[in-house]
């Protein structure tokens, strides 16, 4: 691999001083503070009509500047998921409707000068209902009499491709296959079959939901907003209020965490309709409680899934059937699905011959699902792996044997990753590096500690996506600076994941110059070219690619300016740190390029550059845990997780590497202890931090991650993504571990205690 100057480099990160001394840098630290607060009654019914709704006392309460209901919002409807256009999410929300779909959906917007005026008017609102009967359970939401979405403007713009079916209570529905599958079937010695299930999670990132908006000098609307979507925001406030894009600027400010929450408009409708119907700022800041209840949380899903495989351990077929309860909306309904096959069968791309993925997604009438980091790769990894973890028991052949004997390696083709070819994988190796770290060759799968607890080993591995091919679009605008340094200017979200370090790097390597001579603006619709946004792990793939064209068109241009200045051939010519020079010795610096460059009109020194990629390039990672279980209480104790990642060329080891510990901790949780169950009438029980358990530092055990890389080269520098794929691991791997304690494996997570102590029972 080549020497780099900045690349691979553990660079501070741009923002690190700014976050650790605790300056201004969150939405609710830079607006003005002096605006309306806008708070939302919200339904108390998952399903009802809402009959009359009386504000008039509501409204005389000092204070309150206005109350709005459904009769006031534009009658249209839009999709609220943070997708390129045109989305594959069903046009399905109003900003206000006269049918509520779920327990928490908002009924009215208020907005007053203070919070305590707001919460008084909100108890003087008298809502009549007609409460209808829900539909709860997603296996008979499908065709069910009762509908969800009724209305007869609901609409879609990816019909022929989803079959989305409203009538049907239907947001999707896939099929993709290859091969000759039950021949394939029928030459298996042994086959698993089971369905798998996963419940819904929440992101609980630190920041909740929140926005601010304004009307500029220009009588436009400005949203400042703690979101990862600045350009599909502007067009979503757009649909919703039917007012021209044109007239909405968007701007990011730093995040507090969104983990795909935020890649959906939960909270900039409700201030941004106040404010164009006032002309007055206002801010809306969701509650933890909101955030639990009326959020944008993980998919429930349902995995039915058989494998099969000769007696020597070989995987012939794989056939996989994901039911998604979307809830009450479609947001990201058509496209987390896919994820589910897509992102889990082309692992065993090595010996399988025929493959079967159908998925259908749902509506029912509880919280609307969104995205999430993993964005349902965790879903069906989770029950291919686990799978795959009982096959090799069954057949008594090693996991980690019958992964070698199966596994995509590089140069494959992949029917079942959209007929793309494994340009860059070192899964091998991957799986080899994590050996040797866990030392998995002398750990018995189970030791009994001799006091009611044994501790335990598992295995799984996984893979991703680095963008979505076609689609994703990445900008970066690079301008020389009149010091001499460089100005970058990108659309994507830094969310806390150091993307606008990772982007100064890739700049400072084309550049040849310190990262601290790169300065990052980021993030507003008015200034930065058109970016897709910060997801579908495309970052530093895309947009890291659009700052590489971006700056080696620069280099070249300060390089022609350059040749004319001092009368030499451009070939002869080189960057070095600050200056151009040329063989003899002669120079000239940056700031007197920077200078010189009025002169030539005809070669600019500020250069935008536009990326998309025909292909995703999978990264790829092996996870092994041990835990140590206590068989009388069921309780699970993580003590040791090794990651092992593929992400290509790793940009920036200390992002790297906490975005991999990051994603690990999440993907316990997932496993061991977030959970979302409802009441009989659809309301949320786990609507605090209290109650919805997250991992502690005290749950993690001990981390331990290395990189094992390829080189992409569709990729900057040879990288590839990693913010996704890290969570996907640990809920087989922990399942495989589990069985390893007790001899029995898992089927729905999280593996609580009571599961486990249920499955000894049995």
Request: hydrophobic share 35%; with cysteine.
């Amino acid at each position: 691999m080549a020497e780099f100057k900045t690349i691979t480099k553990p660079v501070m990160k741009k923002d690190a001083m700014q976050l650790v001394t605790g300056k201004p840098v969150y939405t609710d630290d830079i607006i003005n503070q002096d605006c309306l607060i806008v708070k939302l009654l919200r339904s108390p019914h998952a399903s009802a009509i809402i009959e009359s709704i009386d504000t008039k006392i509501a409204q005389k309460v000092p204070g309150i500047e206005a109350i709005y209901t459904y009769k006031d919002v534009p009658q249209v409807r839009f999709s609220n998921a943070g997708q390129t256009f045109p989305e594959a999410s069903p046009y399905d929300h109003q900003i206000l409707d006269q049918r509520v779909r779920y327990v928490g959906e908002p009924v009215a917007i208020i907005a007053g000068e203070s919070e305590a005026a707001c919460l008084k008017a909100m108890k003087l609102i008298k809502v009549k209902y007609q409460v209808l009967e829900p539909v709860f359970d997603m296996h008979t939401a499908k065709d069910n009499p009762i509908l969800v979405h009724p209305e007869e403007n609901w609409r879609t713009l990816s019909y022929d491709f989803y079959k989305s079916d409203n009538k049907r209570n239907l947001v999707s529905h896939e099929e993709d296959s290859h091969g000759d599958l039950e021949k394939a079937f029928a030459e298996c010695d042994e086959i698993v079959e089971h369905t798998y299930h996963c419940k819904a999670n929440q992101q609980a990132m630190m920041e909740t939901f929140r926005t601010y908006c304004e009307i500029d000098t220009y009588g436009r609307l400005h949203v400042i907003s703690s979101t990862q979507i600045i350009y599909h925001v502007r067009r979503i406030v757009s649909n919703a209020l039917q007012i021209p894009k044109s007239k909405v600027r968007v701007t990011k400010p730093r995040i507090g965490g969104g983990f795909g929450a935020k890649q959906t408009s939960i909270s900039e409708v409700y201030p941004a309709f106040v404010t164009w119907m006032t002309k007055k700022p206002s801010k809306i800041i969701f509650t933890r409680k909101e955030c639990q209840i009326a959020g944008s949380p993980r998919h429930e899903m349902e995995m039915k899934i058989r494998v099969g495989a000769t007696k020597d351990g070989h995987i012939k077929a794989i056939d996989l059937y994901v039911l998604s309860n979307s809830g009450a909306y479609g947001d990201h309904g058509p496209t987390t699905v896919g994820l589910a096959g897509h992102k889990s069968i082309p692992l065993y791309t090595g010996g399988m011959e025929a493959h079967r993925f159908t998925a259908d997604v749902v509506y029912t009438n509880i919280q609307s699902a969104g995205a999430f980091r993993g964005y349902g790769a965790p879903q069906g990894i989770f029950a291919l792996e686990s799978a795959v973890n009982e096959l090799a028991a069954k057949l008594n052949i090693d996991p980690i044997k019958i992964r070698e004997m199966n596994m995509l390696k590089e140069g494959m083709h992949m029917d079942a990753y959209f007929h793309e070819d494994a340009t860059a994988c070192a899964l091998d190796r991957c799986m080899e590096k994590a050996k040797e770290m866990f030392d998995w060759d002398n750990k018995p799968d189970c030791v009994d500690l001799g006091n009611g607890k044994v501790r335990s080993k598992g295995v799984a591995m996984a893979m991703q996506g680095s963008c979505i091919s076609n689609l994703d679009v990445g900008s970066a605008t690079v301008r020389l600076t009149e010091d001499g340094g460089y100005l970058l200017v990108i659309g994507a979200a830094d969310m806390g994941t150091g993307c606008d370090t990772v982007l100064s790097q890739i700049l400072a390597e084309c550049m040849d110059c310190d990262v601290d001579d790169v300065e990052v603006m980021s993030a507003d619709t008015d200034f930065s070219p058109y970016d897709s946004g910060s997801y579908a792990s495309s970052t530093t793939y895309i947009t890291g690619m659009a700052t590489y064209k971006a700056g080696m068109k620069l280099k070249e241009q300060i390089l022609k300016i350059s040749a004319l200045k001092l009368n030499k051939p451009i070939e002869e010519l080189t960057m070095e740190s600050k200056e151009v020079v040329a063989p003899d010795g002669q120079s000239i610096s940056l700031v007197d390029i920077a200078t010189a460059s009025m002169c030539f009109n005809d070669i600019p020194t500020t250069v935008t550059e536009t990326h998309t990629s025909p292909v995703s390039p999978p990264p790829y990672m092996v996870g092994m845990v041990e835990i140590e279980l206590d068989k009388e209480t069921g309780e699970v104790e993580v003590k040791d997780y090794v990651g092992v990642v593929d992400c290509g060329t790793v940009m920036n080891e200390n992002l790297a590497r906490v975005q991999t510990e990051g994603g690990i901790v999440q993907g316990i949780g997932m496993a061991l202890m977030e959970n979302v169950t409802y009441t009989k009438k659809g309301a949320i029980f786990e609507e605090s931090l209290m109650n919805y358990k997250i991992p502690t530092r005290l749950d993690m055990g001990v981390l331990r991650t290395a990189f094992e890389s390829s080189y992409e080269e569709s990729g900057p520098y040879g990288a590839k993504s990693i913010g996704e794929l890290v969570i996907d691991t640990p809920c087989p791997a922990i399942n495989h571990a589990i069985y390893n304690a007790i001899g029995k494996f898992l089927y729905e997570v999280p593996f609580t205690p009571e599961k486990i102590v249920m499955a000894q029972d049995e």
